[in-house]
């Protein structure tokens, strides 16, 4: 498959849903990948199949609060230093890159890269959505060690960490991003072929893919009937009635309030956030929570709206999509369920939790 | 000069008196270093003129809020960290440590660095003294890069910055500090034996051990008269009467206010902080400012006061030691002194302050 002006815009729609609010806005970044193929060519999508044993492959993201990335559009000359710097931490060279988590611009940064760098990208991501931490990975989950790690900023300076584990380096990284101005960009759990092929959500970029041509199929209805066949559920339609949030810590954090309209006046409804959306309670009931993929759609156009776009009195559709397996395991719901946010209340699927409202109103 | 058990408590002496209040306590610092030369012999100080133009100098100091070593006490293995990865990010093998700043326990560390990897240490520091910030040293005034620079704490992490000018290291490995816990320790501003000739402050290693011997022999008066023949001014005699220090921003910072007592009964005297003690002021006149080495002194014993440990009633004198030439000149002030800190006032050398302040009284 080839990452170019026809397949980047599916790819950018489908990462937006699956950034749960978070990830960063793919307005810009799906414009910087269009430039890049435009000019550079079209970016490979490699099958982990396809991928040498031992050929090294490069998870990146960016670190930091979305808010800052309305202001920070960063460098596309990124790529290269953290190619380049990895290459000489590890003494061999790069195979291919990969999206740390398919969500977001963060889907789409990697693309960038792979146009500058001339390396392709793996079908394959480390989340299946978008998660804030850097421990919140497939990786991490299966025993891939965190560093060594590069970061650079937009203007060139290096770091690279060493002998840390995913928890120290989200302390330490986070706060180094806060001294570079709120955003930096990095390579973390790099891995070989032979170990993505288990430690790692299988086929993302395609499945984002799929899902942006899925919701950009008019013939299929709104684009809440759209996301039916995906597992999507509508959790309320209504107006945002307030937006608190702060960048603090090197997040986005905050809540909004939505108030319900038409078939849901008279209810009001809380999204948690923590850069992405992670829980939403209504009279304090849980309505869907992480590991669970809560998104904002504008009711009129049925685009995303991420995090850092929410404003007061815009007219949103709240819906939520299951989880990758893998995240719905003891072990998974360890590392980003509920309580891993500090939340005091246990994981229920999404479908569970509608199926039950269903019950009880009837 | 080898630095061993019988004149490693000079050096000491010599290293709290220019610490200026900073560079940590050398209490711990000197227990660490005695220990370290009992176990594995005697540190080899060598002079610059004996250093082969091509060999590679450590710089080291530690960076954080010296309140905090007092409870983190570090871990002896990090000169063999630091080392390690100083030589891997060159490619070549060091040569010997050199102290960033001879003043309080950072004068110390490098001897048990130079003692645990069996290097020698140079005679020359980067200061004359102690300073707290990084872009704040000798190496810095004569153009030598401050990065690559090697970060580790007590646990063994590590972190190299590339590509960074001194300010900007400064702020980001000061934030990865704080995220460590407060403190750890670097080396910044490597450079090879020709440069340290003109970009070091020379002698500094054999100036402090001289200053040591001066002050214990008792022969020469109390610790007032001992320090007159180095240029050493009283500023006031009196008794802490309130101390206002917090750790912030990876720095200890707050001013502590000292009533004078028998010949300065009525005087109010404040000194601001820094980590280092930066300015003595009274009714709004200023007695001393750095790059001058002002450092407290109990009143009774003559033994340095660190500002991490100034408390409510310590009887304390106030001296000051003129600053090294390097510091008195237009680039030096630019760099270190008061306006560098954000007062509003010119430097003027301690020495010419007390003269004036003699021509008022009389």
């Known amino acids: 498959m080839l990452l170019d002006e026809t397949t980047l815009p599916y790819y950018a729609r489908g990462a937006a849903i699956l950034g749960a609010g978070g990830g960063g806005s793919t307005r810009s ?79 789409l940064k990697p693309v960038v890269w792979a146009a500058h760098t001339g390396l392709p990208l793996v079908d394959a991501d ?45 302390r330490t990284a986070r706060a180094l ?8 960009v990095t390579v973390d759990h790099s891995l070989d072929g032979a170990t993505a092929r288990t430690a790692t959500v299988r086929g993302s970029v395609s499945r984002a893919v799929r899902i942006g041509e899925i919701l950009s199929d008019t013939s299929l209805g709104d684009t809440v009937d759209r996301l039916a066949p995906l597992g999507g559920h509508v959790l ?48 304090g009931e849980v309505l869907a929570s992480v590991p669970d993929v809560i998104t904002a759609l504008d009711s009129q156009t049925g685009e995303v709206i991420f995090t850092e776009e929410l404003r007061y009195g815009q007219r949103v559709t709240l819906v939520a999509l299951p989880a990758p397996d893998m995240w719905r395991t003891e072990a998974g719901l360890a590392l980003v369920g509920p309580r891993a946010f500090d939340y005091d209340f246990d994981y229920i699927p999404v479908e569970e939790l509608v199926a039950r409202r269903k019950e009880s109103v009837s």
Chains 1, 2 share one sequence.
Do not use: C
């Open 126 to 170: 480390g989340m299946g959505r978008a998660y804030p931490e850097v421990q919140m990975i497939s990786m991490h989950l299966h025993g891939v060690p965190a560093t060594p790690t590069v970061l650079v900023d937009e203007r060139g300076h290096h770091v690279v960490f060493r002998d840390m584990d995913a928890q120290w380096l989200e």
């Open 236 to 283: 309320v339609t209504g107006k945002i009635a307030e937006v608190n949030r702060r960048t603090v810590g090197g997040f986005a954090r905050g809540n909004v309030l939505v108030d319900g309209v038409a078939g849901d006046r008279d209810r009001l409804v809380r999204v948690e956030i923590q850069n992405e959306n992670l829980a939403v309670l209504e009279e």
């Open 29 to 107: 970044g799906l414009l910087a990948a269009l430039q890049a193929v435009q000019e550079l060519g079209p970016v490979e999508v490699v099958s982990l199949d396809d991928v040498p044993d031992d050929a090294l492959i490069l998870p990146t993201a960016g670190l930091g609060s979305p808010d800052i990335t309305l202001e920070k559009i960063g460098n596309p000359q990124q790529g290269v230093w953290l190619r380049d710097a990895m290459e000489r931490e590890l003494g061999r060279p790069a195979y291919a890159w990969m999206a740390a988590e398919v969500g977001g611009n963060n889907a």
């Open 177 to 184: 991003s806060v001294a570079f101005g709120g955003f930096s």
